[in-house]
């Protein structure tokens, strides 16, 4: 028998032959093992053959062989307001409710998704692991191989609560709850400059060359080539929200209140239209698409609003908790809750929207957000209450990825070229990539 330093090597790294009733010693994971003649395993037992076989059935399962195009990337107007804040128009194969669910998703070559474990370790968040590669827990800010970060932008002190690319504009602009909008040089990653508002940003809304900013009683109008600067009034209390649908600019309030907000070309202001009540808690999320205004609130409550009439003409109650965002996807809108669910809502026969499909997650979910990835996929983006958000193919609900942050993220806002941004709670914005599926060898 070898010793090393007065103990065994046999006794600590175990016999090689059989392993079955052998176990791995979990101070020895933890870094923390000091018995010298350890019982225990110092090293990760191998999986049985039949267990690796089961781990490759499921993953070939969990990604499935299901093929999906989709149009390009959403349009935008550089000039006045279009109704792009909607995931773009897909296959019209998806179109069976049927489909939400099925796990399938990905298409082309198998996606395995890499999996130490679900949880990030905090050690090497903090710069300290000490067990490098051969840690149990994660040493990356994502799981998955369909998109990479870029860059963190770091300054902000407190949650950032909107970000916004101006059409045609060279510069990102970030909100926090600090009381700042951060202006970021597209092409070096350094901040260019800091305006202070004296208030927290409560939402940010880009549009054209427009840059829209919530805060508490007032909504902030900046034109990134004209360097125009309006205040619209009106709100009571924060504005939580803010979307443009039919030349209307729409801001849902603290006070429950959606407001409405014209732009007059000729006077160079946007002028108060409409005051739309109906909701008892703040308004909290916003979308405009298939001619209706889809509101969600603290309420629990979203409300259908027709943009032609601005009559709410239905109320949806099935989630019971707030209702943090709202999206429209074709023909289906899509919301999710504290209540730890995303609903996916389709017309009826009547023209009233009815849940067709819900998915459960372990924690409540922040802030959804639709795009297409680098092979003109749909996938949704899932903020949820513990520092990460899902990665799902549509209208499959299968699992792409995972990205983690520092604290909850509440805003993800797309970008040009592939580009996508998410902001903490700890005021770090990052700018991710979207990488191209890889092509099957012949």
Request: net charge neutral; glycine share 10%; proline share 4%.
């Amino acid at each position: 028998m070898d010793f090393d330093r007065n103990k065994p090597v046999f006794n600590r790294l175990g016999p090689q032959s059989d392993t079955r009733q052998q176990k791995v010693c979990f101070q020895w994971r933890a870094g923390k093992c000091t018995r010298q003649q350890c019982p225990f395993l110092h090293r990760e037992l191998p999986f049985p053959q039949h267990q690796q076989q089961q781990y490759s059935q499921s993953q070939s399962f969990s990604n499935g062989n299901h093929t999906a195009s989709s149009s390009s990337s959403s349009k935008r107007s550089h000039g006045g307001f279009t109704d792009d804040h909607r995931l773009p128009r897909r296959n019209p194969t998806f179109t069976n409710s049927s489909t939400w669910g099925r796990g399938g998703g990905g298409g082309g070559v198998s996606r395995a998704v890499v999996r130490k474990t679900d949880k990030l370790c905090k050690y090497w968040v903090q710069g300290n692991c000490n067990f490098g590669d051969n840690c149990r827990f994660l040493h990356s800010w994502s799981t998955g191989d369909c998109f990479s970060l870029l860059t963190q932008l770091q300054g902000h002190q407190k949650v950032v609560t909107g970000i916004a690319w101006p059409s045609g504009s060279d510069k990102l602009y970030t909100g926090s709850k600090d009381d700042t909008v951060r202006v970021w040089d597209c092409q070096s990653g350094q901040c260019a400059g800091v305006i202070d508002l004296a208030a927290e940003v409560g939402c940010m809304l880009s549009e054209g060359p427009w840059i829209f900013v919530g805060l508490p009683n007032v909504v902030k109008a900046w034109n990134a080539q004209t360097t125009t600067d309006l205040g619209l009034s009106g709100p009571v209390g924060q504005v939580h929200s803010l979307v443009v649908g039919n030349d209307l600019l729409f801001a849902g309030v603290q006070d429950g209140s959606i407001l409405a907000w014209k732009f007059n070309a000729a006077a160079n202001c946007f002028e108060p239209a409409a005051s739309l009540r109906g909701h008892t808690l703040a308004v909290v999320t916003l979308v405009v698409g298939a001619n209706r205004l889809y509101s969600g609130s603290m309420d629990h409550s979203i409300r259908v609003w027709s943009l032609e009439t601005l009559q709410c003409v239905q109320t949806l109650t099935e989630h019971t908790s707030v209702v943090m965002s709202v999206l429209c996807w074709d023909q289906f809108l899509i919301s999710c809750s504290l209540d730890s669910t995303v609903k996916v809502w389709v017309a009826t026969e009547s023209g009233n929207l009815d849940v067709t499909y819900t998915h459960n997650e372990e924690y409540g979910v922040l802030a959804l957000c639709g795009m297409h990835d680098a092979d003109a996929k749909p996938v949704l983006l899932c903020s949820c209450n513990d520092n990460s958000i899902r990665v799902y193919d549509l209208p499959s609900f299968s699992e792409r990825g995972k990205i983690f942050a520092k604290q909850e993220v509440r805003s993800i806002q797309i970008g040009p070229g592939g580009l996508f941004f998410t902001g903490d709670g700890t005021g770090e914005v990052r700018v991710w990539n979207w990488l191209a599926e890889p092509k099957a060898s012949t």
